[in-house]
């Protein structure tokens, strides 16, 4: 029988080399993994294979982002909020942490956020967490403060999502209904890089809607200081034009807004110069009993200049009006409030529209109709029709004596509601673009009548496009798709049995099965 060959003997020389080689690997592994590392943080990715792009941020605040990265001074964010027993605030803050985290990594560490608990701080509680973070705002349980050196913005959580809170998910935790954080984020932090605010110079002295204004049926002044002011970052300014005056230079953006007297000559002579050396203006108007006896000749005929004529005409469209409950003898009825419909048709390539689809829900309350005349648009401009009512709508005359469409004297749908004017005037010197927008409804934009159709979209869009932010208009709230599964007793009592009773009896037999076999053998 032959001897087994001896094993190989292990020198010194060769316990060294092997030794070294596995280091030289292990050198390898560590700068393969360095160099990823500093390669990702200068070459950030992130893929979103959410079905909503969930994570996905808009082309606006990717290049605002760009910028911030390029700043010497940095931006911080800090969220206060407070525990509540529902826990609706943990499962709505991941949502805000995540958003957060992806602007800390696109801006290269420019921004830097933090979640604080209020309740976690002690005693002092706000005051506490404020002092602790040297701010200087005037802030309470659920508000967020955006810092850039000694400027700060203060917003509340609640902006960021939406919650049912009469629907509560199988937790008993309310419905994030959607998202609108990084619309929110991102037009903040514009505010704070801006070295001056915008201007919007309303206009006074014409009965026009005021800005200070909290209790008026259109709430013009929540929606001025909560929104332009707070939020936006705008410096919402009053303007008187008197005879021969001009425009202000400082003024971004003039608004004419729900105005029930006339302008004289004058004035509009001012407005037009303003508009030839690239200003921008937004005018809103109203229909119905209140303007019936009450014309704007002069104003409707510099606007009919630029190849808009508003008429006097109220529009009513039923098939996209919503319903509300009218008390009746004997309770409550569902009836139809026929002064006030969605619109249902948008222009999709304007930046104002273009991300407007009928589902949209933006409201006209007492709108008046807009007759479109291209060929009396001055040369070098364009006309664009922004928004029209339904097929079935009309422009009724004899409002609200009246609330039929009479073939004979009525003017029939679909009716322009909303339009736009832009371009350089032919032979114009000035680089900068001329920019008018008109909306047939004041009342209805603001909302402040009807609250559960609060959605100024349609206005806030449009100051956006006339401050040239057309970047900020492409933040759509982020809706988030259900995705719980809720079983039945019937199903929880099947599921319990397969995977708590029968799945671990089965691998309990097996697993004795083999035991017992290989015993035996």
């Known amino acids: 029988m032959t001897a087994p060959a001896p094993a190989p003997h292990w020198g010194t020389k060769a316990r060294f080399g092997v030794a070294s080689a596995v280091g ?70 991941k949502r805000t942490q995540d958003l957060l985290e992806e602007y800390r990594t696109r801006s290269r560490d420019r921004i830097e956020w933090e979640i604080v608990s209020v309740a976690s701080v002690g005693g002092g509680g706000v005051q506490a ?68 605010p915008i201007v919007l110079a309303f206009t006074t002295g014409h009965e026009e809607v005021s800005t200070e204004d909290m209790q008026g049926p259109a709430e013009w002044g929540a929606f001025s200081n909560g929104l332009l002011r707070q939020r936006e970052g705008y410096s919402v300014r009053t303007l008187s034009l008197p005879p021969g005056a001009s425009v202000p230079q400082d003024a971004s953006v003039l608004v004419i807004a729900g105005p029930k007297r006339d302008f004289n000559e004058g004035e509009l002579t001012s407005v037009q110069v303003f508009l030839a050396r690239g200003g921008r203006l937004l005018v809103t108007l109203d229909s119905g009993p209140e303007m019936s006896d009450r014309p704007l000749p002069n104003l409707y005929k510099f606007l009919g200049g630029m190849g808009i004529t508003p ?7 039923p098939d996209n009006s919503p319903e509300q409950l009218v008390q009746v003898p004997g309770g409550f ?11 249902s048709g948008f222009d999709r390539k304007h930046p104002v529209t273009g991300k407007f689809d009928a589902d949209k829900n933006v409201a006209m309350l007492g709108a ?101 932010q057309e970047y900020l208009i492409g933040v759509d709230p982020k ?39 290989r015993r035996s053998a």
Not at 311 to 317: E, G, Y
Not at 333 to 343: A, M, P
């Open 129 to 196: 967490a404020q002092k602790k973070h040297d701010l200087r705002s005037q802030i309470g349980a659920n508000d967020v403060v955006f810092k850039r050196g000694e400027t700060e913005r203060v917003v509340n959580l609640r902006e960021f999502f939406g919650q049912q809170w009469d629907d509560m998910g199988p937790r008993g935790v309310p419905k994030l209904t959607s998202f609108n954080g990084e619309a929110i984020v991102t037009s903040t932090l514009k505010v704070l890089s801006q070295d001056k």
């Open 24 to 93: 030289l690997q292990l050198l390898l592994l560590a700068g393969i993994i360095v160099a990823a590392n500093w390669i990702s943080t200068r070459r950030y990715r992130r893929w979103d294979w959410t079905d909503d792009v969930t994570y996905t941020l808009g082309d606006g605040t990717k290049q605002l982002l760009g910028k911030i990265s390029a700043e010497d001074k940095k931006y911080q964010i800090v969220a206060f909020y407070l525990p509540d027993e529902d826990g609706a605030w943990e499962s709505a803050l």
């Open 311 to 317: 008429q006097t005409l109220m529009v009513l469209d």
């Open 479 to 517: 809706v988030p798709e259900d995705r719980s599964l809720i079983l039945t007793p019937k199903q929880d009592d099947y599921v319990f049995r397969v995977c708590v009773i029968l799945l671990p009896s089965l691998a309990i037999a097996f697993g004795l099965t083999m035991f017992m076999t």
């Open 333 to 343: 009825q569902r009836k139809k409030d026929i002064g006030t419909f969605f619109l």
């Open 368 to 468: 008046c109709a807009l007759f479109l005349e291209k060929d009396a648009v001055p040369e070098g401009l364009t006309l664009t029709e922004l928004a029209r009512c339904g097929s079935d709508g009309w422009g009724e005359k004899d409002y609200p004596r009246d609330q039929k469409m009479t073939p004979d004297r009525d003017e029939p749908g679909p009716l322009t509601v909303a339009a736009a004017v832009s371009g350089r005037l032919k032979g114009s010197t000035v680089e900068d673009e001329m920019r008018l927008v008109v909306i047939g409804d004041t009342t209805g934009q603001a909302n402040g009548i009807q609250k559960e159709l609060r959605s100024p979209d349609l206005v806030l869009n449009s100051i956006r496009w006339l401050a040239k």
